[in-house]
């Protein structure tokens, strides 16, 4: 039996650290929540990372080298600078032997330590990168079109053009496989859809934009469900896989590893390479909304055996951002934003909104997640 919680009731799984700051949770008898028993039932049991995972994973290397051959490239993979996809491009080049065509998508917002990071990484493994540079003034437009409609996932825009970007790439360069960092080990639980709803759903961009925002997209990259997830994979036949859901990987040792290897930076926190995702999820999002995307960080790790409970609690106990950094980060994002410093508060202060106040393709997704899991094809997912 699973009980809803009322919505005034505080209550906190007793194995990972979500809890009622996550509307949709439910708890079982024990008090364990549904992202855990979710992981227990859907996951863990079709999880391999032994022989059984490489060996799954050989097959696919395998199929991948075959399309590739006489082309310069046999897949293509998006770095960002972070642990998942610098380490994903390690192991694509030097475990698995793959010719991957390394791309990065400047949404404008880079750290140094990600430039630092993606040019130690690709000279150290003597890869060329392609550098997609979206245009400012209409990415900055979009970001604040997202900012002034209230809602939760104002880091669409990074994310829509990323994932955009390299849904083209693979179209225009003709790649059947399409690499990505996606991992159960630092991501087994992930953000619930009230937090970060669908960065892709390009009706709910558009009218976001429609709405607020003051500049024509006429550069910025789009992708829709039905393009992607349809046209792309069915019929052009482009597949997207996850290397490091065959193998061990642990978040630790792998930066380790890339920091003496590479002389790759470590990051405070996970998806800090870009200085906007930074604030949003360490300052933004808790502030506005309650919302502390290390919950889901730090539950995932849980589960994976990687972090204690314990130690979670702890470092929740502190606050994402630094304290005595915010206000200079805070007129750093308006001023880049090209607005008041005020202006900017007024937004934060402002009501909040939903995904649903906006148009959207949610039940889309719904009947596609739902087909995915019947088929067994896609496992976990946001709910
Ligand atoms: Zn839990």
Redesign the pocket.
Known sequence: MREQVSHDEYRI?V??V?DTSDSAITFDQKG??D??TGYYRDILPNWHTDARGRQALDQIVEKIQKAGQGREFDCILGVSGGIDSSYLTYVAKEILGLRPLVFHVDAGWNSQIAVNNIEKLVDGLGLDLYTEVIDWKEIKDLQLAFIKSGVSHIDTPQDHAFFATMYKFASDHKVKYILTGANYSTECVRNPKEWMYFQSDLAQLKDIHRQFGQRPLKTYPTTSILWHKVYLRYIRGITLVDPLNYIPYFKDEAMQFLEERFGWQKYPQKHFESRFTKFYESYWLPKKFGYDTRRVQY?SLILTDQMSREQALLQLEEPAYDPDAIAHEFEYIATKLGIPVEELEGYLNAPNKSYRDYRSQDQLYDIGARVLRALGIERGGKR
């Open positions: 799984c194995n990972c979500m364990v929540c992202h855990c539950s």
